[in-house]
């Protein structure tokens, strides 16, 4: 069976600009914050970043002290953090807290060939394992790569609540509610990255995977994983002022859009 093309290196430019740009992304302001307070990186603690992107939460891990090992199987988006770590060098950074001291790997994530056994304290995988087809494979390594004791932080978005063309939301009497048309199918969906462009020949696509959280926990364990921690974050967002805001605002509150999830190796 052919694997699905899942890697982001044709946005690669795109997805450095949202993340090193975007004031108020999810990443910065719910995922970044929630993340360092668990992970609470630090100096003598190896951290491997899987499917790291363009680098935006390695360099966070390395810049509080971490020994970074990361990769992703784009080539485009680890060209981009490496050029991230070169451009905090001229710009006065210290070696330890721009990317220079981070070791990348051209890699997927299934086969972290370049790190060997019981050799990590930590591992992460932010808003990746969605977009992982082997996701099974994917923890199995990472639980080789980690010590025993050593932890693992996934963070995706919300199964139960965030599944591509099967849940949206819906008004009746003036509440706002989730629909949810599907959830306990594996399902697969082919995902637009460029959706302002209309020409086809322009168009970029990647493929994501829905999985309900039985599947999420039967492939934690299989690998030896047992989880530890189980946290749902919210959006930071506030909607403009107009006669649905406060009801939007509050159901903000009430579904969560990402789901993370500590993992110990046992």
């Not at 290196?9 to 668990?38: F, T």
């Not at 001291?101 to 394992?129: C, P, Q, R, W």
């Amino acid at each position: 069976m052919t694997p699905k093309k899942t890697s982001w290196g044709a946005v690669a430019e795109w997805y450095d600009d949202l993340l090193e740009e975007g004031a108020d992304s999810y990443q910065k302001n719910v995922i970044m914050p929630n993340v360092i307070r668990i992970l609470e990186p630090k100096k003598g603690m190896t951290v491997a970043d899987i499917a790291c992107g363009q680098g935006y939460f390695s360099r966070a891990f390395a810049s509080n002290g971490a020994t970074v090992v990361a990769c992703d199987v784009s080539r485009e988006l680890i060209d981009i953090a490496k050029g991230q770590g070169a451009k905090s060098l001229e710009l006065g950074g210290k070696s330890k807290e721009d990317g220079n001291a981070i070791e990348y790997h051209v890699a997927s994530a299934d086969k972290l060939s370049f790190m060997a056994d019981g050799t990590a304290d930590a591992a992460t995988i932010i808003l990746a394992l969605q977009n992982i087809e082997n996701y099974s494979g994917a923890l199995q390594e990472c639980s080789r790569v980690l010590k025993t004791g050593g932890r693992l932080i996934l963070v995706i978005n919300h199964p139960a609540f965030r599944i591509p063309k099967s849940s949206s939301w819906q008004w009746e009497s003036e509440k706002e509610y989730r629909r949810i048309d599907a959830y306990m199918s594996d399902q697969t969906f082919k995902i637009d990255m460029t959706p302002g462009q209309k020409a086809e020949a322009s168009k970029k696509f990647t493929v994501s995977f829905h999985r309900p959280l039985q599947s999420y926990f039967k492939a934690l364990n299989k690998g030896g994983l047992a989880v530890t921690r189980f946290e749902e974050w919210i959006s930071h967002k506030k909607s403009q002022k107009g006669p649905h805001s406060a009801e939007e605002d509050r159901m903000r509150k009430e579904i969560p859009m990402f789901l993370c999830l500590e993992a110990r190796k046992v």
